[in-house]
């Protein structure tokens, strides 16, 4: 496939694959640019999706691994949401292909755009703390309720996965953006790279053009990851709203019209 695309092209999808590495990094939602970029050059559904998941793969580590850099993520304090997201990623792959997604079609842009209400009026604790929540009698419970859901959600379709995971992080753990951030995009990680592996043993990815993608989304992850840790949550909300409005809109125009 690769081979077959003239240079213009090659250029427009390293773009897209930056801008979607870049917001990836932030706000999560990336894949709502890729999934239809991919599409666009005439990659059947299933192949989009798998190199999709190769191609999220680099972002989601880079943008991980610059948070845990930063110390603003704990993967010992992470541990059960790491294995139920593990488990969740597989069987939301593995089930992809035997469940009607109509009805999520339908409702995810409701539960998109109420993700981006919650995250307007919702009050933020301060940035400064960056305290993880209490190792509480519910905590291991929380984590895996948290992952499983997440986990196989991502499996089945993803958009939107790491946005989910930061408001619900917010929520569940009073973390402040930044810290849910961080959880988001390693918890992202997990999901993408356990997808991804399913999908490569169905043969379900264009290694070629996934990795020429990867590319340029790790360079657009790296720059977002760093831009969301130095400008904090004024950096990273707006562009958070932003990014899932936009993502409701597309998903009810592609659902309902």
Not at 58 to 69: G, V
Not at 139 to 156: A, C, I, P, S
Not at 221 to 242: D, E, L
Request: charged share 10%.
């Amino acid at each position: 496939m690769l081979e077959l695309l003239d240079p213009n092209t090659l250029v427009i999808l390293g773009m897209v694959a930056f801008a979607a590495g870049f917001i990836d990094a932030v706000a999560g939602g990336g894949g709502m640019l890729m999934v239809p970029a991919l599409l666009s050059i005439g990659l059947p559904p299933h192949i989009a999706l798998g190199t999709n998941k190769l191609s999220a793969t680099f972002a989601s580590s880079t943008a991980a691994f610059t948070y845990y850099r930063k110390k603003l993520f704990s993967p010992s304090f992470w541990i059960h949401a790491f294995i139920a997201t593990f488990i969740g990623a597989i069987l939301g792959t593995l089930v992809v292909d035997y469940i009607s997604t109509e009805w999520l079609e339908k409702a995810l842009p409701l539960v998109v755009l109420a993700t981006a209400a919650y995250t307007i009026w919702h009050r933020q604790p301060k940035t400064e703390n960056h305290n993880l929540p209490k190792d509480e009698l519910h905590l291991k419970e929380k984590q895996w309720g948290q992952g499983l859901t997440l986990g196989f959600y991502d499996g089945v379709a993803g958009p939107g996965t790491g946005a989910f995971w930061t408001v619900s992080s917010m929520s569940m753990y009073k973390m402040n953006i930044l810290l849910s951030s961080g959880l988001a995009k390693a918890m992202n990680f997990v999901s993408n790279i356990t997808s991804l592996v399913t999908f490569i043993i169905l043969g379900h990815v264009n290694w070629a053009l996934g990795l020429t993608m990867g590319v340029c989304l790790m360079v657009g992850a790296y720059i977002g990851a760093h831009s969301a840790i130095k400008f904090g949550a004024k950096f990273i909300r707006p562009v958070f709203v932003t990014v899932v409005v936009v993502l409701s809109v597309k998903l009810a125009i592609d659902a309902w019209l």
